[in-house]
């Protein structure tokens, strides 16, 4: 079963970093393109950027640029959302989604979801 | 805030029809295609249409999209109680350079 699989729930104080994962199964990532997306609690989705892992081509939503940082490791098999300093308000859900092959959008596949809670 | 809106709500009776609209500007709907996924309580989201109005593999065929100028439309007929969940569309926008979601709407089966 091709399918998406991210690290599991996090909980950390503000200012904390934090780096969550995204892996393919039966899903060659280095062929698809990776977004994140962010979902507040009780609140809909929000497109925060997307990675090709093939040429770490990374394409940034205004809202989310310098906020956090989008990756891939070096055997292009992972992707990664990095944060360096944790807000309460970054607390939500994170899904990772795939494309199919050649196209940037929209998203074929996605991953379960992490939860971030961040609280002092 | 998205610039892409939709209703917050929808219901129907099951074997009834539902549509949802979404309606944006120029810069996204107006010119590029639109998607539409659909978020089961407690679960990620999965694509329902793809290109206004394509169903990807194992989508029935009581979903359905549409599109006509700056605005776009989920109709979902014969309605089931699986069905109840939240609907959102989606797009490229190209003055904002970002992929923007709809608001969100709420269908219940009643």
């Known amino acids: 079963e091709v399918q998406l699989v991210q690290s599991g729930a996090e909980v950390k104080k503000p200012g904390e970093s934090l780096k969550i994962s995204c892996q393919g199964s039966g899903y060659s990532l280095p062929s698809y393109w990776i977004g994140w997306v962010r979902q507040m609690p009780g609140k809909g989705l929000e497109w925060m950027g997307t990675?090709?892992?093939?040429?770490?081509?990374?394409r940034y939503s205004p809202s989310f640029q310098g906020q956090v940082t989008i990756s891939v490791d070096e055997s292009f098999s992972t992707a990664f959302l990095q944060w360096r300093s944790l807000k309460a308000s970054d607390t939500a859900m994170y899904y990772c989604?795939?494309?199919?092959?050649?196209?940037?959008?929209?998203?074929?596949?996605w991953g379960q979801g992490t939860m971030v809670t961040v609280s002092s | 805030q998205s610039v892409l809106t939709q209703p917050p709500s929808a219901s129907g009776t099951p074997g009834q029809s539902v549509t949802i609209s979404c309606s944006g500007s120029?810069?996204?709907?107006?010119?590029?295609?639109v998607h539409w996924y659909q978020q089961l309580p407690g679960t990620a989201p999965k694509l329902l249409i793809d290109?206004?109005?394509r169903r990807p593999s194992g989508v029935p065929d009581r979903f359905s999209g549409s599109k006509s100028g700056i605005s776009a439309s989920l109709a979902i007929s014969g309605l089931q109680s699986e069905d109840e969940s939240d609907y959102y569309c989606a797009a490229w926008d190209d003055s904002l350079n970002a992929y923007v979601f709809g608001t969100g709407t709420k269908v219940t089966v009643l």
């Open positions: 989604a795939g494309t199919r092959a050649g196209e940037v959008l929209p998203f074929d596949i």
């Open positions: 290109s206004n109005n």
């Open positions: 120029s810069s996204n709907i107006g010119s590029n295609t």
């Open positions: 990675i090709y892992p093939g040429d770490s081509d990374t």
